[in-house]
């Protein structure tokens, strides 16, 4: 017997479910959450609250969450323009450290006194190790499809 793969289109939602799903998505994760949490003896409200304290509670942890934030949302928008494009790019993460593992050799292996000309160093250097891993996929999607 042979399978065989049928795309159909989908059904149009509306703007009310479009708004409302990513609502009830947050709450039954904190509901679920919560229950895991009761399981072991843990306060839920107290576990979000001592969460919501360590991340938003003082500048040092809105700047950590912020640091980490900003290379998922560069990200999110690179796959987000590739996706619009009708190209799949699942290769993101991979980019990003690859990059970051460019930037960190360029500040260890060639060293500058200039803060600029350091900066500029390992932006190209991570532009260029991130540019190179998505050519590999890019290369192997133009060369067989």
């Known amino acids: 017997m042979r399978y065989r793969i049928v795309l159909r289109r989908r059904f149009k939602t509306g703007a009310f479910f479009?708004?409302?799903l990513p609502v009830i998505s947050i709450f039954a994760a904190l509901l679920f959450s919560g229950g895991a949490l009761l399981l072991f003896g843990v306060s839920p409200l107290a576990a979000y609250r001592?969460?919501?304290?360590g991340a938003l509670g003082s500048g040092y942890g809105l700047?950590?969450?912020i640091v980490k934030a900003i290379p998922l949302v560069i990200s999110g928008v690179a796959v987000a323009l590739a996706f619009r494009m009708k190209v799949?790019?699942?290769g993101a993460e991979g980019q990003i450290y690859l990059g970051a593992l460019?930037?960190?050799a360029a500040v260890r292996f060639l060293p500058s006194d200039s803060r600029v000309v350091m900066l500029l160093t390992m932006t190209v250097a991570a532009i260029i190790a991130g540019g190179a891993w998505g050519y590999v996929a890019g290369f192997l999607k133009s060369r067989w499809n």
């Open 18 to 20: 479009e708004g409302i």
């Open 50 to 53: 001592a969460m919501f304290r």
């Open 63 to 65: 700047s950590e969450v």
């Open 88 to 90: 799949w790019n699942i």
């Open 102 to 104: 460019a930037s960190a």
